[in-house]
Nanobody, 111 residues
Framework: QVQLVESGGGLVQPGGSLRLSCAASGIDFSLYTMTWYRQAPGNQRELVATITTTFFADYADSVKGRFTISRDNAKSTVYLHMNSLKPEDTSVYYC?????WGQGTQVTVSS
């Protein structure tokens, strides 16, 4: 059974940092490009960051310079390091690999 389990969300003040994790099981993680998406209420789901099997990373313009995606194939885990958080980063964050999706983790940026 394939599972992607996100963790690390929470409430943070503007300018703060969080690290999201997504642990995969049931797949050969090293063969998958992994992607973080987010969706705020009333908005469409948007791509935040992606990392390929060769560790090439790409980002949405809205998070470039603030967010970093990384992966640890030995742990079958992808991370999203988020710095200089803004209220507009408030969303549910999802990880995805192939056709597989996690359940999401809430990130709220508020003072």
């Amino acid at each position: 059974q394939v599972q992607l389990v996100e963790s690390g969300g929470g409430l943070v003040q503007p300018g703060g940092s969080l690290r999201l994790s997504c642990a995969a099981s049931g797949i050969d993680f090293s063969l998958y490009t992994m992607t973080w998406y987010r969706q705020a209420p009333g908005n469409q789901r948007e791509l935040v960051a992606t990392i390929t099997t060769t560790f090439f990373a790409d980002y949405a313009d809205s998070v470039k310079g603030r967010f970093t995606i990384s992966r640890d194939n030995a742990k079958s885990t992808v991370y999203l390091h988020m710095n200089s958080l803004k209220p507009e980063d408030t969303s549910v964050y999802y990880c995805s690999g192939g056709e597989h999706w996690g359940q999401g983790t809430q990130v709220t940026v508020s003072s």
